[in-house]
């Protein structure tokens, strides 16, 4: 797909893996709707990048029309769609107090990370279907965010890796339930990666994390993020699959 005079809705786009890609879209040509809560971080990048803000609740179908009736209504036809929109709480499903895990908590995972997913995946792409067809008939791509802990969760992940798998178990079905209008699905599946969400876990727990990657030995990048969201955007043959992005990573048990 050629980015260049396309619409991108990016949720989460500010800060973190959603600014990145909100960055490396926009300098591929295509005009970025900036998707966030946060008005201030999110309107910045807006501005960063010559996109749109929109203040936008992935969890809530109505803000989310929102956000895409205001991409489809731009010049450029809406094209694609990047959640990177989500939440990472740590609680163990029975705490070392003897406690149980606070189902809010575990509800308001799955509200952000998977169903918010859910709902900028289908209301974007009925918004590509309703574009004219490109080469091959493609009409759009959807970029979801996975994680590696959708495979190997530690400790402590139960909320997180669960709606975290369940975004990786929606990418084929969703593929096939959306290949007739000619849009593509796929899910990006990050490991550790230098954004304000690792920077929040304690030193004494990074290092320790830090030293399982294989090769590089380093956190990844935003950036790096980012050119493998669009590295799939171009790929018009990548489609319902899950894409590993961790160095090598596979977490241990804590």
Known sequence: MELRGVTALVSGAGGGLGAATARELAGA???VVVADTDTRTGAAVAGEVGGTFVETDVTR???????????????????VAVSCAGIAPAARTLGLDGRPH????????????LVGTFNVMRLAAAAMAATEPLQDGERGVVVNTSS???EDGQAGQT???ASK??????????????ASVGVRVCALSPGLFDTPLFEAIPPE??????????????LGTPREFARAVRAV??????????VRLDGGLRLPST
């Not at 798998?165 to 959306?178: E, H, I, M, Q, S």
């Open 148 to 150: 590696a802990a959708a």
């Open 61 to 79: 179908a109505e803000s989310v029309e929102h956000a895409v009736e205001m991409a489809a209504g731009l010049t450029g036809p809406l094209r």
């Open 102 to 113: 606070d189902l809010e908590t575990f509800e308001r995972a799955l509200a952000v990370n």
């Open 233 to 242: 955007c171009e790929l018009g043959y990548l489609n319902a699959t899950v």
């Open 29 to 31: 040509g295509a005009h």
């Open 205 to 218: 727990f990074r290092r320790p994390l830090v030293r399982q990657i294989v090769f590089p030995p380093r």
């Open 159 to 161: 909320a997180y890796a």
């Open 165 to 178: 798998g369940a975004v990786a178990a929606l990418t084929l079905p969703a593929a096939r339930d959306l």
